[in-house]
C-alpha cells in the first residue's frame, strides 16, 4: 500500500502576524483559493487516494482540518496531545499504519510548503515510493540551492548509486552528512563547493523500516510509541497517550534517525519549485511579481517603489489604502490589529517581535 502523512502541526511563527496560534500558516489561503494544506492533500491526489491520506494535528486544530478537508475519513486524523518535534509525529503515525500494512511505504510531506511543477513532483515521490518499498532504505528528497540560504538544514550527498538496481532509473544519491541551518559563510561554501542539498523535509520509507530505525536509533520513542499502540481502542487511550507524549523529549526525525543511521539515501527532486514558504520574504517566490520585483495582494499605491511585498486583508481602497514612496526590500503586512513593517533580509527574525509581543501581552493580563 501507499499511504501519505501530512504533518499539520506547525506554529508558522515566521509569518507572523497573519499566521497565528488559532490558525497557523498551514490553514491560511496564501497563495490561491485554497489552503495550503487543501493545496497538499490536492497535490498528491493523482498517487495516493483520501483513504490512505493521514493528517497529524494537535488537538486544537482538529476541527479546522476536518473543515477544509470535508472528504478525508475521520479515522484519518491523527490526534497529538502535544508537539514534541517530527520523530514523536511520525512515529505516531507510522504506529497506526502498521496496524494497517507494515509493509505499505509512507510518504510524509510538512503541510506548509509550496510546489509550482506537481507534475515532476509526482514523479519524483513515485520514483521515491520505488526505491523505499524494498524495505531498506529511508529516502529525503533533496531541494538543488539557486541561493546560499541561511534557513535551511542541507544534505550532503556525493556518491551515485546504481538507480537501477533500486528499482527506478531517477538519480539516487548517497548521503555523506547533514548539516545544521549555517550562517551565510558557510552556505556560499556549500553552494560553490557542490554536492549540497537543501534538506526538504519530505520523507518516502516503509511503514516496517522507520519503526525498525527508530528502535535501534531512538529506543526511548519506540517504547512509548508500543504502549500507546497498545492501548488503541481502550478506555483510557487518550489518557495514556497525553501521559505518554508528555514525556517524550522534543527531537526532530533528521536529528533522532536520518543522522545517525546508514541507510539514508537522498533524491534530487530537481526544479520543482519548490519553497517551504518559511517567512515573508519566501511568498515572491512562489507567487507573482510585477516588472519591479513586487509582490502586492493590497490595495496600493507606490512610487520608486520595488522588491517590496504588501499584503492586507482590506484589499477595498475604500476600506484601507496602502501607499508606499521610495522604498525597496521592504515588507509590508496589514491585518486587523498588527501592521508589520520590516527590511526583507530580516524576515527570518520576526519571532523577536513575536516573543516581546507575547510577552507585554501576558503582562496586560496580568
Known sequence: MLFAVIMAGGRGERLWPLSREETPKQFLKLLGEHTLLQQTVERIAPLVSNEDTYVVVGREHVGIVREQLPDLP?????IEPM???????????ATRLARIDPQGVMIVLPADHAIVDEEHFLRVLNDAASVAEEGTHLVTLGITPNRPATGYG???AFS???AGDLGTDCEVLSVERFAEKPDLKTAERFLQEGGYYWNSGMFVWRVDAILREMKEHMPQLHDALRDIEEHAGAPDYEQNLERTYAGQEANSIDYGVLEKSEHVLVIPTGDIGWSDVGDWSALSEVLETDD???LIR???IGVDTSNCTILSKHTSEKKRLVAT????????IDTDDILLVMDKSRAQEVKKILKIHATKQESEKA
Do not use: E, F, M
Open 74 to 78: 475521520k479515522k484519518n486524523v491523527i
Open 83 to 93: 508537539g514534541r518535534g517530527t520523530a514523536p509525529c511520525i512515529g505516531l503515525a
Open 154 to 156: 542541507y544534505i550532503q
Open 160 to 162: 551515485p548509486l546504481k
Open 292 to 294: 519591479v520585483g513586487n
Open 298 to 300: 493590497a490595495s496600493h
Open 325 to 332: 514612496l521610495g522604498i525597496s526590500d521592504v515588507v509590508i
